[in-house]
């Protein structure tokens, strides 16, 4: 297993582009690549990749548009959760138009890896989101979705003997202190 340490703004694409290449000298290589994301990296993405406005269910007929902006990491949470998968520190703002909400709140969320039929996906969920309240506090991170993002990439590079077919599939995502660590298994075939 290979480790990259992912600067900024560089995509996860070009990394494993590079690093497939090392697989073209045989007729079927397989490899495992890990790529770790800093804070800094990972704002960058998840500011483009996040989806601005969610629809909350409310009841079994009608739903609500929540708006999430500025979405930003703040830290690390590595022991956190049930099974101490770890938890992302963000900040965001948080509104609800129809409700006359606009508030700023520090959800914790998680970070999986999950299967969809045969497609790895990435899904982002929110484990707490506290909204401050005259008599407390509501947690809204039950009525908010999850988010959910395609981890499997099939792409053909142009090699001396042809084209050659790269598979990689996200299979696990671990948090450290001041890093994420995705791996992917990467399949390259002729």
Same mark, same amino acid.
Not at 71 to 89: I, M, N, S, W
Not at 155 to 165: D, H, I, K, R, T
């Given at each position: *297993? ?21 697989? +073209? ?11 770790? +994301? ?66 700023? %709140? ?7 890896? %999950?299967?969809?039929?045969?497609q790895s996906v990435l899904e982002l969920r929110f484990e707490e989101v506290s909204l401050p309240?005259?008599?407390?506090s509501l947690n809204l991170a039950p009525f908010l979705p999850p988010i959910r993002f395609p ?23 671990? *948090? ?5 660590? +995705?791996? +992917?298994?990467v399949r390259v075939q002729p």
């Amino acid at each position: *297993m290979r480790s990259v340490i992912c600067p900024p703004r560089l995509l996860v694409c070009e990394t494993l582009i590079v690093l497939g290449l090392l697989g +073209f000298f045989q007729s079927t290589a397989r490899a495992g690549v890990k790529v770790d +994301f800093d804070a800094a990296t990972l704002n960058d993405l998840l500011g483009a990749l996040t989806h601005q406005e969610l629809d909350v269910p409310i009841t079994d007929s009608r739903s609500i548009k929540v708006r999430l902006d500025a979405l930003q990491l703040k830290g690390f949470d590595p022991t956190a959760g049930e099974e101490r998968q770890g938890f992302l520190l963000t900040a965001l703002e948080l509104s609800a138009p129809e409700l006359g909400l606009s508030v700023a %709140v520090e959800p914790r969320l998680s970070l999986a890896v %999950v299967e969809v039929g045969a497609q790895s996906v990435l899904e982002l969920r929110f484990e707490e989101v506290s909204l401050p309240l005259p008599l407390g506090s509501l947690n809204l991170a039950p009525f908010l979705p999850p988010i959910r993002f395609p981890a499997d990439q099939i792409f053909l590079m142009e090699g001396a003997a042809g084209e050659v077919q790269v598979r990689s599939k996200l299979s696990r995502v671990r *948090m450290g202190h001041d890093v994420l660590q +995705f791996e +992917f298994d990467v399949r390259v075939q002729p």
